[in-house]
């Protein structure tokens, strides 16, 4: 892991040639502004960091598109958590740096977030038009970085692991005008043996419960009705200022949000099962904005393995805890994250795991093939799990899975949900798309533009494995 360089500069590598006269501030003189296109890979965080990096260059006036081909600057935020993800980086970073060498020299190439904070001098090395690297810490800067390089064309990486400071509200980049993602905390200090988000996103910090608040009474005047707390591990948020001695301090958080007039719903991921408290559970029971769903990984069945990622709980642990959580909160929705073929996963392993998932039956599972990262705990083990075991015990669960939410479905029918109204479907205007409080995503048909509100839908049908319905009432 390149974790050692820190606020590494380089400038006119050498590799680039240099313009005497760059093009792109003729650009600007003209009046003419750059134009930036984004790429974004991975989790929640990863485009809410995104949001933030549109934010920071809106300010500054650059323009934004959607096609790379017009684009002056290019950036890429991207995710390490698993290989394939890094792979898909490297095809697009090779595509866009052919790119600029036969057609547009003075583009702009940049990769920023976690590939570019684990991997810093090494893609600089492997890409040879690429301008800047960025890592996570850094990204609050990354105004300043795109403007230099469009004066110079030269190559830049930025890392730094001195990150203490939260990036700025992102109000001008909210894709939606209905909900909108709020970094409550991030980095993480579980060290999970198989995973690199610790080494990438590091410690746990937590912003203090004033400023989220001021963030969502601003998103709340601008219209926003919904707001999904960010961290990778919201449950062990934790107040700095002390607005309580008690340790539930996640609990207390959204108490104080649910206050806020105009928001309607309040949503948090991700959590992990050794941080939920009770008084967390509780609170999503008592507080009426508060939406009764929860995403809490379990990553494996088998006791055996969880020892061996290092997560702190066991089986029968994580099943006390989902009884705990359904006793408490009716209709609650539960979610979770399956690993397949971790080092030394037998076929029995794999059995406790697929036998908890059916006796659980969880609303969705977002199931992965293990792939080692290099600089964690389980890269010292062998990886000795056949690409195609790990194949067959994915489509297994993926298949249970959808047997699962088929029959969950199947009971809904006949039932009134609410949903908040999210967007019409873009083939057919009158048909509009939003999720219940528990989120399963629901479409019906309404002539009248019911975005932003809050409807109750009867469900009549499942069409291709998703909820319709019809209009009961609008709150
Ligand atoms: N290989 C495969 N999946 C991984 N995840 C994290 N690290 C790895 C890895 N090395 C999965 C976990 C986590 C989700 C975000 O990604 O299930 O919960
Ligand atoms: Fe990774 Fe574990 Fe932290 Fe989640 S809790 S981010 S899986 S180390």
């Known amino acids: ?68 081909q017009e684009a002056d600057v290019i950036l890429v935020n991207t995710c390490s958590v698993r290989q394939h993800a890094e792979e898909r980086v490297y095809a697009y970073l090779w595509k866009w740096s052919k790119y600029k060498q036969e057609t ?17 001098m090494n893609i600089l090395n492997k890409i040879p038009h690429l301008n800047l690297v960025c890592g996570t810490y850094s990204i609050p800067r990354i ?12 190559r830049r990486i930025e890392i730094s692991e001195d990150y203490t400071d939260f990036p700025p509200p992102v109000h001008e980049a909210r894709e939606t005008k209905i909900s909108a993602w709020v970094a409550i905390m991030r980095g993480c200090n579980n060290y999970c043996a198989y995973c690199v988000v610790p080494y990438v996103r590091g410690r746990e910090i937590s912003r203090s419960v004033e400023e989220i608040e001021n963030e969502v009474k601003e998103l709340a005047r601008k219209g926003i009705k919904e707001v999904t707390f960010l961290g990778q591990n919201v449950n062990s ?35 992990h099962p050794k941080d939920m408290s009770q008084a967390t ?3 999503i029971r008592d507080l009426p904005k508060v939406c009764e769903h929860i995403h809490i990984a379990l990553q494996s069945g088998s006791d055996k393995i969880l020892k061996l990622m290092n997560r702190k709980y066991t089986r029968e642990q994580y099943k006390e805890l989902v009884e705990k959580i359904r006793k408490t909160i009716p209709k609650v929705s539960i979610t979770t994250d399956i690993m397949v073929g971790f080092p030394t996963e037998t076929e029995d392993d794999f059995m406790d795991t697929y036998n908890l998932v059916k006796e659980i039956e969880f609303d969705a599972s977002y199931i992965f093939k293990y792939s080692p990262r290099p600089g964690t705990k389980a890269a010292e083990f062998k990886d000795d799990v056949p690409e195609e ?6 489509n297994k669960l993926l298949s249970l899975q959808k047997r699962i939410v088929q029959k969950q479905n199947e009971e809904l029918i006949g039932k009134e949900v609410e949903i908040l109204v999210g967007c ?8 509009y798309f939003g999720k219940t409080r528990n989120f399963k995503p629901v479409s019906f048909q309404s002539d009248k533009d019911l975005t932003g509100k809050l409807v109750r839908v009867k469900i009549t049908e499942i069409r291709g494995g998703l909820l319709e319905g019809v209009l009961a009432s609008q709150n």
């Open 1 to 68: 892991m390149n974790n050692k360089i820190s606020q590494h500069r380089i400038l006119n590598s050498g590799k680039i040639s240099r313009r005497k006269t760059p093009r792109l501030f003729a650009r600007q003189d003209s009046m003419c502004q750059p134009k930036v296109f984004i790429q974004t890979f991975g989790c929640q965080m990863n485009k809410y960091d995104s949001e933030v990096m549109k934010s920071l260059l809106l300010k500054e006036g650059y323009e934004f598109t959607d096609n790379w």
């Open 104 to 120: 547009k020299p003075n583009l702009i190439i940049g990769i920023c977030g976690c590939m570019a904070q684990k991997e810093g």
């Open 143 to 154: 105004h300043e970085f795109v403007k230099d390089l469009l004066k110079t064309g030269g």
């Open 237 to 271: 948020y934790n107040i700095k200022n002390k607005i309580s001695k008690i340790k539930n301090d996640f609990a207390l958080l959204l108490k104080r949000i649910n206050d806020i007039n105009g928001i309607e719903r309040i949503r948090f991921t991700t959590s």
């Open 281 to 283: 559970i509780e609170a």
């Open 389 to 394: 075991i790990k194949q067959e015990r994915l």
């Open 424 to 431: 019409h479907i873009l083939k057919d205007k009158s048909k």
